[in-house]
C-alpha cells in the first residue's frame, strides 16, 4: 500500500526558510525519480522540482530556480524539499511523489499535502 506522507510546512515570514520531508513507503523507493509538487488556491497543481535516477539530476521552473532544493535519503525511504528566500507568491499546499505519479486503481495516488504560508 502505497503511503505518501509530507510534513515540515508552516507560516514563515518573507525571506525566510523551509525544510519538507516526505516519507514514503509501500514502493521500492530507490528505484523512483522524486518529485515536489504545489498547488495554490485556485491554480492548478504544479511540478517544482525533480530530482532523477540513476543519475540525480535535478530540475526546477524559473519560479523557485536557485531557492528550492530537492534531495533523498534512500536509507530512510525519505524526499526533502529545501526553501529559501520564500515569498507569498510560494503559499500553497506542497506534495510529493515519485515521478511520474504513482497510481492506484488507476487514478493519481497524493498524501495529504503540507500547507506552507509565507507572509508577514
Known amino acids: 500500500q502505497v503511503q505518501l506522507v509530507e510534513s515540515g510546512g508552516g507560516l514563515v515570514q518573507p525571506g525566510g526558510s523551509l525544510r519538507l520531508s516526505c516519507t514514503t513507503s509501500?514502493?521500492?523507493?530507490?528505484?523512483?525519480?522524486m518529485s515536489w509538487y504545489r498547488q495554490a488556491p485556485g491554480k492548478e497543481r504544479e511540478l517544482v522540482a525533480l530530482l532523477t535516477i540513476p543519475n540525480s539530476k535535478t530540475q526546477y521552473p524559473d519560479s523557485v530556480k536557485g531557492r528550492f532544493a530537492i534531495f533523498r535519503d534512500n536509507d530512510k525511504n525519505t524526499v526533502f524539499l529545501q526553501m529559501n528566500s520564500l515569498t507569498p507568491e510560494d503559499t500553497a499546499v506542497y506534495f510529493c511523489?515519485?515521478?511520474?505519479?504513482?497510481?492506484?486503481?488507476?487514478?493519481?495516488?497524493w498524501g495529504q499535502g503540507t500547507q506552507v504560508t509565507i507572509s508577514s
Open positions: 509501500g514502493f521500492i523507493f530507490s528505484d523512483y525519480a
Open positions: 511523489n515519485t515521478y511520474p505519479t504513482q497510481r492506484v486503481g488507476g487514478s493519481a495516488y
